[in-house]
């Protein structure tokens, strides 16, 4: 069985550099984790208005309100199983711009030959990633459509309008020795919303579970 990142790029998967295939082939039969540590040389926000949003979606692990250069930062992706059978991959960042870290979660699965990209604690917001393999051998994450669910009955198309379209770009540079980490979010009327970019090095432990901290509180079925 492929990592859910190969299975979703298929052959493509091989023009990514070997460092960057190391990475995003955490997977239950691998049978490794991927922590990474490093600095944000930046984090940034939008105008004023958009940090109540932040704020709100910091109370479930969606968003980051604070900004900040040179912010330390992990981000661990360990493979697991959820309670519906489906292998899962955390993505889970924790910031120190604060004395009290600030954190992001996210959990990725393979389904019908996509990533599906679950974020927050209660895995709110479920949102599609389209992804490219650049000339370079890095990898190109967009995001598309958006679903929130809340618990058994609630769940809709969440529009573009009043969210945002997520832009990540990661590379490997192979003279420094590190991930080169870049993301945005822009709002097709609003423009800019938040973005980070930084680099980081990875340590790749044994691993076919996650540690009950990185998963999220609720899984969520539908995708």
């Known amino acids: 069985m492929t990592s859910i990142?190969?299975?979703?790029?298929?052959?493509?998967?091989?023009?990514?550099?070997?460092?960057?295939?190391?990475?995003?082939?955490?997977?239950?039969?691998?049978?490794?984790?991927?922590?990474?540590?490093?600095?944000?040389?930046?984090?940034?926000?939008?105008?004023?208005?958009v940090v109540p949003f932040l704020y709100i979606g910091m109370l479930r692990n969606i968003l980051i309100p604070?900004?900040?250069?040179?912010?330390?930062?992990?981000?661990?992706?360990?493979?697991?199983?959820?309670p519906f059978g489906r292998e899962t991959v955390t993505f889970v960042r924790e910031y120190s711009v604060r004395r009290?870290?600030?954190?992001?979660?996210a959990t990725m699965i393979l389904s019908d030959g996509r990533?599906?990209?679950?974020?927050?604690?209660?895995?709110?917001?479920?949102?599609?990633?389209?992804?490219?393999?650049?000339?370079d051998g890095s990898l190109r994450l967009t995001s598309d459509a958006q679903r929130f669910y809340e618990r058994r009955f609630v769940g809709f198309r969440f529009p573009l309008l009043f969210s945002g379209r997520a832009q990540l770009h990661e590379c490997f540079d192979d003279d420094a020795g590190v991930y080169r980490i870049r993301m945005e979010v822009n709002n097709r009327v609003f423009g800019f919303l938040f973005g980070y970019e930084g680099e980081?090095?990875?340590?790749?432990?044994?691993?076919?579970?996650?540690?009950?901290r990185l998963k999220?509180?609720?899984?969520?079925?539908?995708?």
């Open 216 to 223: 999220p509180v609720r899984h969520e079925r539908r995708t």
């Open 115 to 135: 990533v599906l990209d679950y974020l927050g604690t209660h895995q709110h917001l479920a949102v599609d990633l389209n992804l490219t393999v650049g000339d």
């Open 66 to 82: 604070h900004v900040g250069a040179n912010v330390p930062f992990t981000i661990e992706n360990y493979p697991y199983r959820d």
């Open 5 to 49: 990142f190969e299975g979703a790029l298929g052959d493509d998967f091989a023009r990514l550099s070997p460092m960057m295939q190391k990475r995003f082939g955490v997977g239950l039969d691998s049978g490794y984790a991927c922590v990474g540590t490093g600095v944000m040389s930046s984090i940034r926000r939008g105008p004023w208005w």
């Open 100 to 105: 009290k870290p600030s954190r992001f979660d």
């Open 200 to 212: 980081f090095t990875c340590e790749f432990l044994p691993a076919t579970d996650a540690p009950h």
